[in-house]
């Protein structure tokens, strides 16, 4: 036995490192699964606790309220008319407000849709069509500036797409 250790020392001395290494390798590929876990449970619970059946009524209704007012301190011509639809989502703890603006006899010479920030009033997206004019999309403000990089991208269709994304009522799913 002696004589093989000694023959074979380099051998051994390697495998036991390989060993080593081999147990290491382990140990930290499951330490770094649990991180992965921990990191993902994190990211999937919410930042603030979601109100209750009453807050969001409350919170709805104050939407409501917002979305009103944005109507009534939009002034239009008289060969226009104009709605709104507002939406408190619970999950972002935002109020969004929608105002349509579009030809008065509805023959479709003029239709716009703006998608406005009912706690800052801001007007994050609008989309509008004019018959015999170009169609333009223009996102000015909030999440969607971050996910359209190339203004090409911000047709009608593609803004008008995301103010209806983000007007969807969840509660209908």
């Known amino acids: ?36 876990r921990q990191v993902n449970s994190k ?3 919410h930042v603030y606790n979601l109100p209750t059946a009453t807050e969001v009524f409350r919170l709805r209704s104050e939407c409501a309220t917002i979305g009103q007012k944005i109507l009534g301190n939009n002034i239009i011509g ?14 972002t703890n935002r109020c969004y407000v929608k105002l349509t603006v ?7 010479d003029y239709f716009s849709n703006y998608l406005f920030d009912g706690q800052t009033g801001d007007l994050l997206v609008s989309a509008t069509q004019q018959k015999g004019k170009k169609e333009y999309g223009i996102i000015f403000n909030g999440p969607a500036k971050t996910i359209v990089s190339d203004s090409s991208e911000t047709t009608f269709q593609s803004t008008d797409d995301y103010i209806n ?3 969807h009522d969840d509660w209908k799913q």
């Open 102 to 108: 579009q030809s008065a006899n509805l023959s479709g």
């Open 1 to 36: 036995m002696g004589k093989f250790i000694k023959e074979n020392w380099l051998r051994l001395i390697l495998g036991i490192i390989i060993l080593i290494l081999l147990v290491l390798l382990v140990v930290n590929q499951n330490e770094l699964n649990q991180l992965k």
């Open 165 to 167: 994304q983000v007007m």
């Open 43 to 45: 990211t999937s619970q």
């Open 78 to 91: 008289s060969a226009l008319i104009q709605s709104q639809v507002s939406h408190y989502n619970s999950e």
